[in-house]
């Protein structure tokens, strides 16, 4: 047996077939042996797993870079965005990234810009959906598929009245119908939906004002559990009359997970994705400020329980951060963490970092759920359902060797000091401590962070076609 580039022994390592005690070898990126100790080459490099975790690199499905282009333009806000904030991931544990584009111009002319960009700064392979939102964008989505792009996110009904910073169109339900109708003929197509009514939202909002209402939870109660549970009503509906498929992105409430139950009983393909800030925090936390800001908002104890079953059961298959890389003046309007709930920006920062910590911490680490099914919806799902699998998402042999060891007695207080994203640095999570952390991050058989310590530099990764010639990427 030729040696291997580097090995990592003594893990329990987590497989799409089970734990085995043993470990991974790879040789040019690729992992080239899955098994016990003794199964595996000899390797330049051996790295000792101390008995902790070996898993797949987290596949972090939903993250806007270029939002901080409040003090670049778009592109710009993108090369600043991929470095500072993948540069989290490493240090977090994710391995794969998919980011929603969003500009008002056609994304077809840019798509050499949006791979170099990628290819240039960021410390892991990456892929794209896009945000369709103006008459140009319905028109180019076939286009799109064959860059590899295959998911299309819109925003039904929402947006109509908030930040109008960001300039997006809403959609009604007849364009959201073409979209599903369109989506429905290409391989892997799926359409992802921001799911608040927000004709309702919005009265509410004036409501709530009105009674002179400024805290977190006001926050929550102008778009109440209805404003998600309507949408998902109506989504499901028109998924399943245009056979097509959809993808709920950061699902909050429990009625969404009795609603994607029902319609997926009945065989419509309606798919939910939900967010660490979802399975962690509730919307009575007004120590959290304008910080726990989101869209959706927090919700109430049961909700947040529901989704965690939810996870255990299936209904919700996928994981992701929803990670909104604001500065932190322009999120609080310079209004400080405790300034106006209404004029602060929504969007939780640094997800990406936390998102790895945050599920060991309260799910394995709390019997909310096993490692090997938080493996299945933090990276081996995202893979498959994003057409990357199995070069991504799982530690098989011929996949790229992208691997995480998580110590999960290992506790760190989220502080200053905990992130490695843009400064200043600040998350929904701030103060908290959270036990089970990654110990190594390897990225296509390279140790990118070891105990804290970066040992790469940014750029050299690659730009993820999905469904390339028809298949899933490989
Ligand atoms: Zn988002």
Same mark, same amino acid.
């Given at each position: 047996?030729?040696?291997?580039?580097?090995? =990592?022994?003594?893990?329990?390592?987590?497989?799409?077939?089970?734990?085995?005690?043993?470990?991974?070898?790879?040789?040019?990126?690729?992992?080239?042996?899955?098994?016990?100790?003794?199964?595996?080459?000899?390797?330049?490099?051996?790295?000792?797993?101390?008995?902790?975790?070996?898993?797949?690199?987290?596949?972090?499905?939903?993250?806007?870079? &270029?939002?901080?282009?409040?003090?670049?333009?778009?592109?710009? &806000?993108?090369?600043?965005?991929?470095?500072?904030?993948?540069?989290?991931?490493?240090?977090?544990?994710?391995?794969?990234?998919?980011?929603?584009?969003?500009?008002?111009?056609?994304?077809?002319?840019?798509?050499?810009?949006?791979?170099?960009?990628?290819?240039?700064?960021?410390?892991?392979?990456?892929?794209?959906?896009?945000?369709?939102?103006?008459?140009?964008?319905?028109?180019?989505?076939?286009?799109?598929?064959?860059?590899?792009?295959?998911?299309?996110?819109?925003?039904?009904?929402?947006?109509?009245?908030?930040?109008?910073?960001?300039?997006?169109?809403?959609?009604?339900?007849?364009?959201?119908?073409?979209?599903?109708?369109? =989506?429905?003929?290409?391989?892997?197509?799926?359409?992802?939906?921001?799911?608040?009514?927000?004709?309702?939202?919005?009265?509410?909002?004036?409501?709530?004002?009105?009674?002179?209402?400024?805290?977190?939870?006001?926050?929550?109660?102008?778009?109440?559990?209805?404003?998600?549970?309507?949408?998902?009503?109506?989504?499901?509906?028109?998924?399943?009359?245009?056979?097509?498929?959809?993808?709920?992105?950061?699902?909050?409430?429990?009625?969404?997970?009795?609603?994607?139950?029902?319609?997926?009983?009945?065989?419509?393909?309606?798919?939910?994705?939900?967010?660490?800030?979802?399975?962690?925090?509730?919307?009575?936390?007004?120590?959290?400020?304008?910080?726990?800001?989101?869209?959706?908002?927090?919700?109430?104890?049961?909700?947040?329980?529901?989704?965690?079953?939810?996870?255990?059961?299936?209904?919700?298959?996928?994981? &992701?951060?929803?990670?909104?890389?604001?500065?932190?003046?322009?999120?609080?309007?310079?209004?400080?963490?405790?300034?106006?709930?209404?004029?602060?920006?929504?969007?939780?920062?640094?997800?990406?970092?936390?998102?790895?910590?945050?599920?060991?911490?309260?799910?394995?680490?709390?019997?909310?759920?096993?490692?090997?099914?938080?493996?299945? =919806?933090?990276?081996?799902?995202?893979?498959?359902?994003? &057409?990357?699998?199995?070069?991504?998402?799982?530690?098989?042999?011929?996949?790229?060797?992208?691997?995480?060891?998580?110590?999960?007695?290992?506790?760190?207080?989220?502080?200053?000091?905990?992130?490695?994203?843009?400064?200043?640095?600040?998350?929904?999570?701030?103060?908290?401590?959270?036990?089970?952390?990654?110990?190594?991050?390897?990225?296509?058989?390279? =140790?990118?962070?070891?105990?804290?310590?970066?040992?790469?530099?940014?750029?050299?990764?690659?730009?993820?076609?999905?469904?390339?010639?028809?298949?899933?990427?490989?």
């Amino acid at each position: 047996m030729t040696s291997a580039n580097l090995s =990592v022994v003594n893990a329990k390592v987590v497989t799409p077939n089970g734990t085995l005690i043993g470990g991974v070898a790879a040789t040019n990126g690729r992992v080239v042996a899955v098994g016990s100790e003794q199964n595996l080459p000899d390797a330049d490099r051996t790295i000792d797993a101390e008995g902790n975790y070996l898993i797949p690199g987290f596949i972090d499905p939903h993250v806007h870079w &270029g939002l901080s282009r409040y003090e670049y333009d778009y592109h710009e &806000g993108l090369a600043h965005d991929f470095e500072t904030e993948t540069r989290g991931a490493v240090h977090g544990g994710v391995t794969t990234v998919v980011n929603f584009l969003l500009q008002p111009d056609p994304y077809g002319p840019d798509m050499d810009f949006f791979r170099e960009v990628g290819e240039q700064n960021s410390y892991i392979d990456f892929a794209y959906h896009a945000i369709i939102h103006k008459k140009p964008h319905f028109e180019e989505v076939e286009t799109l598929a064959e860059e590899g792009i295959r998911s299309f996110k819109i925003f039904y009904n929402w947006y109509k009245h908030a930040s109008p910073e960001l300039g997006i169109e809403h959609s009604d339900s007849g364009r959201v119908y073409r979209l599903l109708d369109t =989506v429905a003929d290409i391989e892997g197509g799926i359409v992802m939906f921001h799911a608040e009514n927000e004709d309702l939202a919005y009265e509410r909002r004036q409501e709530l004002k009105a009674q002179g209402r400024n805290d977190l939870e006001a926050w929550s109660e102008s778009a109440p559990n209805i404003c998600e549970a309507m949408q998902i009503e109506n989504i499901a509906k028109l998924t399943e009359y245009t056979d097509s498929s959809a993808y709920i992105v950061h699902m909050s409430t429990g009625e969404g997970v009795d609603i994607c139950r029902r319609y997926q009983q009945q065989g419509v393909d309606i798919n939910a994705e939900t967010l660490p800030s979802f399975l962690a925090h509730t919307k009575e936390k007004e120590e959290l400020g304008v910080w726990g800001k989101i869209s959706p908002p927090l919700r109430g104890e049961q909700s947040k329980e529901k989704l965690w079953q939810g996870l255990r059961e299936g209904v919700v298959d996928y994981a &992701g951060t929803d990670h909104c890389p604001h500065k932190k003046p322009f999120k609080e309007k310079d209004e400080g963490k405790f300034g106006d709930i209404w004029e602060a920006i929504p969007g939780d920062n640094n997800g990406i970092e936390y998102f790895l910590p945050v599920m060991m911490s309260e799910g394995v680490n709390e019997d909310r759920i096993s490692m090997e099914r938080l493996v299945e =919806v933090c990276a081996e799902n995202n893979a498959k359902r994003w &057409g990357l699998y199995p070069r991504k998402g799982a530690l098989v042999e011929g996949a790229d060797a992208d691997m995480v060891v998580v110590d999960l007695e290992q506790s760190a207080v989220v502080d200053d000091d905990f992130y490695h994203t843009m400064e200043p640095r600040y998350s929904s999570f701030h103060g908290q401590e959270l036990t089970g952390l990654p110990t190594h991050t390897i990225v296509g058989g390279e =140790v990118v962070v070891e105990d804290g310590e970066l040992q790469a530099e940014k750029g050299g990764r690659n730009y993820l076609p999905r469904y390339a010639d028809g298949v899933p990427t490989v």
